[in-house]
């Protein structure tokens, strides 16, 4: 008589079903937390763009947080407040220290939610060449 076992193939069905809620469980993360990185990527594509404007380092602090809040209004970025950004001097004092520090709190399900820091920084001249 043969094996029945050797002519046996597949995924049964539990594990088939451990398949579709691993799947169903990683698509609610992508679905929940994607939008918090687009927007950090929005964020970080905003201080790099502070880069591109050189008379900003001349202006001052209160210049380039003006130029933030406006590329943050146009990219629609409506989830990060503009106290999430800090300007300092540099150590050096030859350039400002342009930082954004916040901090994403996502509900995934029942009793669970995901905390999602961001921080990213950059650094304006004061004299551009």
């Known amino acids: 008589m043969r094996n029945l076992k050797s002519y046996q193939r597949g ?23 994607g ?4 927007q ?5 594509s905003t201080l790099d763009k502070l880069l591109e404007q050189p008379q ?3 202006q001052g602090p209160r210049a380039i947080l003006q130029a933030i809040e406006k590329q943050l209004y146009i990219n629609e970025v409506r989830t990060v407040k503009s106290d999430s950004f ?10 400002w ?13 029942g009793n ?5 820091t961001f921080d ?10």
């Open 112 to 116: 669970v939610d995901v905390l999602m």
């Open 35 to 38: 939008p918090a990185y687009l």
């Open 86 to 95: 800090d300007v300092k001097g540099t150590k050096d004092a030859k350039g």
């Open 56 to 58: 900003l380092g001349k």
């Open 97 to 109: 220290d342009v930082s954004a520090n916040y901090v994403v709190q996502q509900h995934i399900g």
């Open 40 to 44: 950090y990527w929005q964020v970080r």
């Open 11 to 33: 995924l049964s069905f539990s594990s088939v079903m451990l398949m579709v809620a691993l799947g169903a469980f990683f698509l609610t993360l992508a679905f929940k937390m």
């Open 120 to 129: 990213y920084s950059v650094v304006v001249p004061k004299n551009p060449q």
